[in-house]
T-cell receptor, first 114, second 112 residues
Framework: SQQGEEDPQALSIQEGENATMNCSYKTSINNLQWYRQNSGRGLVHLIL?????REKHSGRLRVTLDTSKKSSSLLITASRAADTASYFCATAPNYGGATNKLIFGTGTLLAVQP | EAQVTQNPRYLITVTGKKLTVTCSQNMNHEYMSWYRQDPGLGLRQIYYSMNVEVTDKGDVPEGYKVSRKEKRNFPLILESPSPNQTSLYFCASGGQGRSPLHFGNGTRLTVT
């Protein structure tokens, strides 16, 4: 079953505005990752936040993690038309042993209007 | 350039005709995985491999086979494809531990 659920399913904003996407998950995690997918293409890793971290930045991206609420948010500041894509959160379950298994949500489709 | 290469990019076939989708990575990653992506369902894991000759089922393995004879290659085999396997398929690889995954560009499969 899907662990990550993104909200909203779709988001349309104007260039220059900020975009915020949320992700909720169900079980204990080792880390949470955000990926971007341009239409029909492969996913590209954006940022990874570990379970003991609360906030992380990378360029125009800001990710927060609240393990007590089992939720994360991705903020894209000063959006550009090129940010138009689907964004997925993926959780790495906190199983014993080293595994790269990720459980993906259903994604948020972001459209940035020029 | 570090990459995951899938072939073919598009594939149209008929029910029951065996097919193989190839996947190769050049990053010496031990972990490789196959996902399928369907509208409204996100990405679901089909099979994964932790190393050569070590494979295991993901969440939706029915109707699929995999093999891992070499570290760099992880083909996905559909012995008898059915229309419900029409989907967008992604191969991914990852380094040790719970590190990020690198994805191929996808194979869009249509089974008629």
């Amino acid at each position: 079953s899907q662990q990550g659920e993104e909200d909203p399913q779709a988001l349309s904003i104007q260039e220059g505005e900020n975009a915020t996407m949320n992700c909720s998950y169900k079980t204990s995690i080792n880390n949470l990752q955000w990926y971007r997918q341009n239409s029909g293409r492969g996913l590209v890793h954006l940022i990874l936040i570990r379970s003991n971290e609360r906030e992380k930045h990378s360029g125009r991206l800001r990710v927060t993690l609240d393990t007590s609420k089992k939720s994360s948010s991705l903020l894209i500041t000063a959006s550009r038309a090129a940010d138009t894509a689907s964004y997925f959160c993926a959780t790495a379950p906190n199983y014993g042993g080293a595994t790269n298994k990720l459980i993906f949500g259903t994604g948020t489709l972001l459209a940035v209007q020029p | 350039e570090a990459q995951v290469t899938q072939n073919p990019r598009y594939l149209i076939t008929v029910t029951g005709k065996k097919l193989t989708v190839t996947c190769s990575q050049n990053m010496n990653h031990e972990y490789m995985s196959w996902y399928r992506q369907d509208p409204g369902l996100g990405l679901r894991q089909i099979y994964y491999s932790m190393n050569v000759e070590v494979t295991d089922k993901g969440d939706v393995p029915e109707g699929y086979k995999v093999s891992r004879k070499e570290k760099r290659n992880f083909p996905l085999i559909l012995e008898s494809p059915s229309p419900n396997q029409t989907s967008l398929y992604f191969c991914a690889s990852g380094g040790q531990g719970r590190s990020p995954l690198h994805f191929g560009n996808g194979t869009r499969l249509t089974v008629t």
